[in-house]
């Protein structure tokens, strides 16, 4: 099955090119560090712990060591320079990390009495931990190309008896190999389902190269972190844009169907609704009509009694302009003041939903004026007609 489209992002940094030395090379030594000395402290202690133990200077010397803050000892490993030829250290060039092939192993998390056993061409190193917080003792022993495997397991005893019982044994089978990290902060190695797991802030102390070579190596390493981080910035950010881009293009087809079927319907859209409006005006003919007699009966009243005598009505017409509810009257009075009181009259009736009243003419103790009317649509009622039919 193909990995997912999305797995490189999640894999963390690509592993770090590293140089694998043969065991068969370095001398190790565990050598005492202050519990609470600092990262400097504790690499000037462990550099003349380790000019006190070797036979050359350290000059002459391919070193490095590995130690994590707090713990009282250090697992120191040197070679002597001239037992690597000019191809050996030729092919170095462009390596992250340098070190012997035990060294990948100090990362992993064991318990006490623990001894891990490596196989190479050259022979088994095995690996032994007293305490989880560095190894105690590494002893190689070599191995003719044409050993049996018999010999190749009495090897093994001899090594495992030189460590006193160890309570537990991890034998790999294969070497262990720099993987693909979580982060930028370790580096790790893998081999079967062992695995390993170096801080970063080692790297300077186990490589084993020129320690003033190693400043311009690691600043190289920084610069290619940054450079991933920006091409993982850049790819995710032309993921969006491609997503944005096929967004944009589903949305524009989605789009052109809703106008395609809005062209098809609206023919039909067209037609229902002007048969709707059809039949909003034959119903309106048939129910919504000129009530003329009625609002007229609102004015004067059932028997009159809301006009007063003196007030006469000259003309009495719909006014159209205004809808089917209002009628405009014309009268004359003997006596103005009456109509300013009918006009309060018919704006107590229920019926009427306005009333203005406006004097045209006004002389002496006659006037003429004009009454607009708006009833309200629900409180006009036809009254009762005959019904003929024919036969």
């Known amino acids: 099955m193909s990995a997912l ?29 202050t519990a ?13 712990a380790l000019e006190a133990v070797s036979p050359f200077p350290l000059a002459q010397l391919y070193y490095g060591w590995f130690w994590t803050p707090g713990a009282e000892r250090a697992f120191v490993f040197a070679a002597y320079r001239r037992r690597f030829t000019g191809e050996q250290t030729a092919a170095w060039d462009g390596a992250e990390l340098v070190l012997p092939a035990f060294v990948a192993a100090l990362g992993a998390k064991v318990e006490p009495a623990t001894t891990v056993v490596l196989q190479s061409p050259e022979g088994l190193t095995a690996v032994h931990w007293e305490t989880p917080a560095a190894p105690s003792k590494v002893i190689f022993r070599a191995i003719e190309p044409e050993a049996t495997a018999e010999d190749r397991t009495a090897v093994r005893d001899e090594l495992l008896r030189a460590f006193d019982g160890s309570k537990r044994v991890i034998e790999l089978t294969a070497s262990l190999a720099p993987q693909p990290a979580r982060s930028d902060r370790e580096i790790v190695f893998r081999s079967g389902d062992f695995e390993s797991r170096l801080p970063v802030s080692v790297a300077a102390a186990i490589d084993v190269r020129d320690k003033g070579d190693l400043a311009a190596l690691r600043n190289a390493r920084r610069r290619d972190v940054v450079l991933w981080r920006v091409a993982l910035g850049c ?23 809703r106008s395609n079927q809005f062209k098809t319907q609206k023919p039909l859209v067209d037609k ?35 006009i ?20 405009f009257v014309e009268g004359k009075t003997s006596n103005p003041t009456q109509v300013n009181a009918y006009e309060n009259t018919l704006k107590a009736v229920p019926a ?22 708006t009833f309200k649509p629900e409180a006009l009622k036809p009254t009762g007609a005959a019904v003929v039919s024919t036969p």
């Open 5 to 33: 489209p999305l797995s490189f992002l999640r894999a963390g940094p690509p592993p770090p090119k590293v140089a694998l030395l043969p065991d068969a090379l370095f001398f190790t030594r565990s050598v005492a560090v």
């Open 36 to 48: 609470d000395a600092k990262p400097a402290e504790a690499a000037t202690q462990v550099e003349l």
């Open 235 to 257: 790819a995710a950010a032309l993921m969006v844009l491609c997503v944005g881009e096929l967004a944009l293009f589903g949305g524009a087809q989605w789009q052109k169907v």
């Open 272 to 306: 229902i609704e002007n048969t709707f409006q059809l039949a909003n005006r034959i119903e309106e003919l048939a129910t919504k009509r000129l009530l003329p007699l009625e609002m007229v009966t609102q004015l004067v009243g059932e028997k009159n009694e809301r």
């Open 308 to 327: 007063p005598p003196e007030i006469q009505f000259t003309r009495v017409q719909a006014d159209t302009s205004r809808g089917l509810y209002t009628v």
């Open 352 to 373: 009427c939903q306005s009333v203005e009243a406006k004097f045209s003419q006004l002389s002496g103790d006659k006037a003429t004026f004009t009454l607009t009317v």
